[in-house]
């Protein structure tokens, strides 16, 4: 029901810098994707963390978390398969059906440690205090995330 060309999701623990959304909102038109905060490459595992600010580069990965801006038409791939959980990682669902279901790549965005304005977190601390939802479920969380990641098995993944 959303009437924009884009949309942005964030986690309630972000906090962006000024020109967050307009750097991300320039990379998702410049590469007709899903753009992030961080994100990992899948080879089976949660197996690789790409950092999660202050990176210098835009990088491809296969699955993004907490921030998610992209085109509203790409929303239509999360709900094309009934969801492996609703209790987390639909940052994860969305990108692993975006990939399988419409071809749409996902990257996590550049964020210069020389520009705070263009991070999507200027307090990264706030998504690891004891109230993270990732500590209160214990390790149950993880196995849902393989889980998605199982099930999705994007074609072109990176590992």
């Not at 990379?27 to 490459?41: F, Q």
Request: some cysteine; charged content about 20%; overall charge negative.
């Amino acid at each position: 029901m959303i009437s924009t060309e884009h949309v942005a999701i964030f986690d309630d623990d972000k906090i962006p810098g000024t020109n967050w959304l307009k750097h991300a909102l320039a990379l998702s038109h410049e590469k007709n994707a899903i753009i992030g905060y961080s994100g990992r490459l899948w080879g089976g595992r949660l197996s690789y963390h790409i950092p999660i600010y202050n990176g210098e580069e835009t990088v491809e990965v296969d699955y993004i978390g907490q921030c998610s801006v992209l085109r509203t038409d790409t929303l239509r791939f999360l709900w094309h398969d009934s969801p492996v959980t609703l209790t987390n990682a639909e940052d994860m669902q969305l990108s692993a059906a975006a990939l399988v279901h419409g071809g749409t790549r996902t990257f996590v965005a550049s964020q210069p440690s020389s520009d705070n304005s263009t991070w999507c977190s200027l307090y990264p601390e706030y998504g690891v205090d004891k109230f993270a939802s990732s500590k209160l479920a214990g390790v149950a969380w993880i196995y849902e995330r393989v889980s998605i990641m199982n099930y999705m098995q994007p074609s072109n993944s990176h590992l």
